[in-house]
């Protein structure tokens, strides 16, 4: 699997956007990004995920760089809900055998969100 | 609320036991995956289901195992439980593995292995 890697961890106000870095510098052209985040006590849950292009969705934006080595998680006003890991991982659509399907989490980056 | 329902919430056991995580997947959804979170391995894939089959295999140890039945709900049996087995274990599912589509996790049993 192509490996991405994620600051630590971040901090942000409330309200005010917060942008997530994530660099995978092997990525290969059937490589998606995609972004989950846990929030304390949960399970994962799916934020947002794109190929080329740059993604929007009611969550979150996602910027990629014109290279893909690296891309952008934006949330426009963090909310103290967003305090969560935030996983950027990379799935290739055309993996067999035991990566069929399977997420391969990193550590993610802790966001924290101050009030 | 992801529609995956996982139980029991809290397992609590003896070293040398065997016990029994169930799975149910979102409607519609044919494919399950059994995850492991630990604090010091993270979230790591053991396996994955695709209506009724298994599909792909990652870091699930040979006391482990897992099935899914015909109507689709999962369980994941461990057995000769260890204390490192002690982890959270999160089942997600999804409608088609062979596509970029989302998993849906359900929050998690916590097994706990003293």
């Known amino acids: 699997d192509a490996k991405t890697t994620q600051p630590n961890s971040m901090e942000s106000n409330e309200e005010e956007p917060v942008h997530l870095p994530c660099n995978h510098s092997?990525?290969?052209?059937?490589?998606?990004i995609h972004w989950y985040r846990q929030l304390p006590s949960q399970g994962p849950e799916y934020v947002i995920h794109g190929l080329t292009s740059n993604v929007n969705n009611r969550m979150a934006s996602l910027a990629i760089a014109e290279d893909r080595k690296s891309s952008t998680l934006i949330l426009h006003r963090a909310t103290l809900r967003d305090a969560a890991v935030y996983y950027c991982?990379?799935?290739?659509?055309?993996?067999?055998?035991?990566?069929?399907?399977?997420?391969?989490f990193g550590q993610g980056t802790i966001l924290t969100v101050h009030p | 609320d992801s529609g995956v329902t996982q139980t029991p919430k809290h397992l609590i056991t003896a070293t040398g036991q065997r016990v029994t995580l169930r799975c149910s997947p979102r409607s519609g959804d044919l494919s399950v995956y059994w995850y492991q979170q630990s604090l010091d391995q993270g979230l790591q894939f053991l396996i994955q289901?695709?209506?009724?089959?298994?599909?792909a295999k990652g870091n699930i140890l040979e006391r482990f195992s897992a099935q899914q039945f015909p109507d689709l709900h999962s369980e994941l049996n461990l057995s000769s439980l260890e204390l490192g087995d002690s982890a959270l274990y999160f089942c997600?599912?999804?409608?088609?593995?062979?596509?970029?589509?989302?998993?849906?996790f359900g929050p998690g049993t916590r097994l706990t292995v003293l």
């Open positions: 092997t990525i290969s052209g059937t490589d998606y």
């Open positions: 991982i990379l799935r290739d659509v055309n993996a067999g055998g035991t990566s069929y399907g399977k997420l391969t």
């Open positions: 997600a599912s999804s409608v088609d593995p062979r596509t970029t589509d989302t998993q849906y």
């Open positions: 289901y695709y209506n009724g089959e298994e599909r």
